[in-house]
């Protein structure tokens, strides 16, 4: 099981950040960025709302940085590790721009682009963009198989596309909490990212489906991982995951300020290799 890394600083979800981060900006983002990529993480996640209701900030946050912007950014500053847009709202975009944009981004980057995709759970936003909520479900559906269609392809129905995606075959990732977000994730995608779901329930879904060889199963460990201070609590919880079928963690962890913080990836590094 793998490490992922649910990036601090571009995002500000209530009980799910340190102190540290709500002051913090790009010198700091680099400097975890770059922590992560030279200790061997799997990714690095960016996640989209353009805007959130005042409403909702108390559950979900406030704070979300563009993914576009930021990967790009994070491209420059890491040599390895991966970048993943954890998750696009499908229905916000346009797939062929997707496909241009984040193609490019996968160019600039040599070819470590992730694409983390979902339906969208937010109806203000929906309204906010001139986006159809009602039937979110299908048209995710359909522009999945467009931009399957259309990834690292400099040709599509008469116009130029450069430059383009260095693969046609993307690496998607499919997030939700439904059976129906699992079977999207298996059609069209290499990998799912659950959340909300108890253990009996994951277990449940993952069984039942028939997923190819190598396909993915992103699960987070939840609250904020303490590895130096709470190892044994940090590997139990990692190895309950693995347990659950789990091929990649996405974690996110305690610190007092960024030094800290990257000493705690360096010890959850270490605990999960040992695993």
Not at 28 to 52: F, I, K, M
Not at 115 to 144: C, M, Q, T
Not at 203 to 230: T, Y
Not at 243 to 265: I, P, S
Request: proline share 5%.
């Amino acid at each position: 099981m793998r490490l992922g890394l649910s990036t601090p600083i571009v995002t500000a979800q209530p009980g799910l950040v340190n102190e540290w981060e709500l002051t913090a900006g790009p010198d700091e983002l680099v400097r975890v960025a770059q922590a992560a990529d030279d200790l061997g993480y799997d990714h690095l996640t960016c996640s989209e709302h353009v805007g959130v209701p005042a409403a909702d900030a108390a559950e979900r946050g406030g704070v979300y940085w563009d993914p576009l912007a930021t990967l790009s950014f994070l491209a420059a500053h890491t040599r390895r590790i991966r970048l993943a847009t954890s998750v696009l709202v499908l229905g916000y975009h346009q797939p062929l721009a997707i496909a241009k944009r984040y193609g490019t981004l996968d160019v600039l980057s040599g070819g470590r682009l992730v694409l983390g995709v979902g339906v969208g759970s937010l109806a203000p936003e929906f309204d906010l963009l001139g986006a159809d909520w009602a039937g979110r479900g299908a048209v995710a559906d359909e522009r999945l198989a467009q931009l399957r269609a259309w990834w690292g392809r400099g040709s599509v129905d008469g116009f130029t596309v450069e430059p383009h995606a260095t693969s046609t075959t993307p690496t998607i990732w499919v997030g939700g909490r439904t059976r129906r977000s699992l079977r999207r994730a298996v059609e069209f995608g290499a990998g799912w990212v659950p959340f909300g779901l108890g253990g009996a329930q994951l277990r449940e879904f993952l069984a039942a489906a028939e997923a190819p060889s190598g396909f993915e199963v992103l699960l987070s460990p939840g609250p904020l991982l303490d590895p130096a201070g709470d190892a044994d609590g940090v590997r139990s919880r990692l190895a309950r995951l693995r347990d659950l079928g789990a091929t990649v963690a996405v974690c996110k962890v305690a610190g007092d300020d960024v030094a800290h913080y990257c000493d705690q990836l360096a010890a959850l590094h270490e605990i999960a290799e040992a695993l």
